[in-house]
Antibody, heavy 121, light 107 residues
């Protein structure tokens, strides 16, 4: 069965960096675009970034552009989110999600359980 | 960016009641609209895609309709296990934006 397992969250000081990982199993990872979506405490969902199946295309929300980088290693069935220059407003649960088909033109059919990032001094 | 609004923000209904949630997009998104269910402490679950397509395994009491800018999500007969927050999301173009969510609980 499809599984997405995030890791790497934790408490980090403002201005520091953190790298999140999302390990995939149960499907052919290298054929799917993958997204990161976050949810601040008590708030709605916010799309963060997407990467194409082969890593050649990447897009970001304006709120993270220039600070976050999405990348993937298809040999390890893992997608990453490198988060630099973290701010208090980046505090959220971060989910990885699989896109049904294509790149940025279809729903997210599987989600991980999320990993919590807290940015605080 | 396309803004998504939902109403109501929360509702309380009895078991067996019909529940309706509306979602409005700030511009025409055709049928590119999904509905997700999120239970407390859990990841979102895709219920309906393309405005009205019920995902495999999702109970038939859930349904969606609409196109353009106005969409509706309905639970025909509310069940205790439907307690959750329901969010719409457009996928017309990036950035995909979500509605603020509607929290549904049992009266």
């Amino acid at each position: 069965q499809v599984q997405l397992v995030e890791s790497g969250g934790g408490v980090v000081q403002p201005g520091r960096s953190l790298r999140l990982s999302c390990a995939a199993s149960g499907f052919t990872f290298s054929t799917y675009s993958m997204h990161w979506v976050r949810q601040a405490p008590g708030k709605g969902l916010e799309w963060v970034a997407v990467i194409s199946y082969d890593g050649s295309d990447k897009y970001y929300a304006d709120s993270v552009k220039g600070r976050f980088t999405i990348f993937r290693d298809n040999s390890k069935n893992t997608v990453y989110l490198q988060m630099n220059s973290l701010r208090a407003e980046d505090t959220a649960v971060y989910y990885c999600a699989r896109e049904v088909g294509g790149l940025a033109n279809s729903p997210f059919d599987y989600w991980g359980q999320g990993t919590l990032v807290i940015v605080s001094s | 960016d396309i803004q998504m609004t939902q109403s109501p923000s929360s509702l309380s209904a009895s078991v067996g009641d019909r529940v309706t949630i509306t979602c409005q997009a700030s511009q025409d998104i055709s049928h590119y609209l999904n509905w997700y269910q999120q239970k407390p402490g859990k990841a979102p679950k895709l219920l309906i895609s393309d405005a009205s397509h019920l995902e495999t395994g999702v109970p038939s009491r859930f349904s969606g309709s609409g196109s353009g800018t106005d969409f509706t999500f309905t639970i025909s007969s509310l069940q205790p296990e439907d307690i959750a927050t329901y969010s719409c999301q457009h996928f017309d173009h990036l950035p995909f934006t979500f509605g603020p969510g509607t929290k549904v609980d049992i009266k």
